[in-house]
């Protein structure tokens, strides 16, 4: 259910005041100038559906060329934030020579985008969507531009998860870098090169972004382990030279009580077979706010023996 937008333009005069009262009291917030909203429909929206609210608010201003673009764009295309979302709607607009912003929006420029046809032009993740009647650019576009303009660990658990979901392939990636600002291809190119389909998680995601910082070896991903007629245990990571398994643990991952004490006895239990195993020499485990500091991991990966760059 959408959560309600109180906007001052569709009142009278009296109403509008009386609108502006309860907000100055708290009785109502502000999603931005003019659109206000019930405090309480807000507590429980994680930071990308507030920002999705902003983009409900401000769809209506936004109009051709203008586009919905960037990290705004990743939150109408669902796809996963690892930081919190712009406190901006980001949108793209061709008429612009430089970047711009005003005080609720950022503006980029358009690529030059003349050149060869790419080879998936007119499939569906290559096609402009739109969101409230606003133009939304395309998930393939989205994420190149995320790729070009944020951090890898922000960028990568996006493009793993498209990947992970065959929302996207990687020569659609590649086709789309093309398009990119000269200035922006190689940051872009080395998140798009890093992205993998066999991440589980964006907790997953980022971890192979901080190996690739730290420069250890490359890590096999979802790495079996099984005895004939026994159990199998598939874990996040595996360093074969160094014997060393790593398993990541996301934000919520058992949640509370007893379903919460039974997940822990069972990933115990899992460990201990993956233990069990001659060429496992130690497991690791990197909780959420590990993966949020690269010294941290550092740190253990050198205690487990793993050879840093």
């Known amino acids: 259910m959408q959560t309600p937008l109180i906007r001052t333009a569709d ?72 930081s919190p979302p712009p406190a901006k709607v980001q949108v793209t607009d061709p008429r612009r020579t430089h970047a711009d912003a005003t005080r609720l929006t950022s503006v980029h420029v358009e690529a030059d985008r003349t050149g060869p046809v790419p080879r998936y032009a007119g499939s569906p993740p290559t096609m402009p969507t739109e969101f409230c009647g606003a133009h939304v650019t395309a998930l393939v576009r989205t994420l190149v531009d995320v790729a070009a303009t944020e951090p890898a660990f922000v960028s990568v658990p996006m493009l793993d998860a498209a990947l992970a979901a065959r929302q996207v392939f990687p020569e659609m990636l590649l086709d789309e870098l093309a398009a990119a600002p000269p200035n922006a291809v190689h940051r872009a190119r080395v998140a798009i090169e890093m992205a993998s389909s066999l991440s589980d998680s ?16 490359e890590p096999v991903q979802q790495h079996v382990f099984a005895r004939p007629g026994v159990r199998r245990a598939v874990v996040d990571f595996w360093f074969p030279a160094q014997g060393v398994v790593v398993e990541v643990d996301g934000r919520a991952k058992y949640g509370d009580g007893a379903a919460a004490a039974e997940a822990h006895w069972d990933e115990k239990r899992r460990e201990d077979f993956v233990r069990s195993f001659p060429e496992v020499r130690t497991v690791i485990r990197f909780s959420w706010a590990d993966l949020m500091d690269p010294e941290v991991i550092r740190a253990v990966l050198i205690r487990a023996g793993v050879p840093l760059r």
């Open 11 to 82: 009142h009278d005069s009296a109403e509008r005041r009386a609108l502006q009262r309860r907000a100055r009291r708290g009785e109502l917030v502000a999603v931005r100038p003019g659109v206000l909203v019930e405090p309480d429909a807000l507590d429980a929206l994680r930071p990308e559906a507030r920002h999705l609210l902003l983009l409900r608010a401000t769809a209506s201003m936004i109009r051709p060329p203008r586009a919905i673009s960037h990290a705004s764009a990743a939150a109408v295309h669902d796809l996963p934030f690892v």
């Open 202 to 217: 964006p907790a997953e995601s980022i971890a192979r972004v901080r190996f690739r910082q730290l420069g250890t070896p």
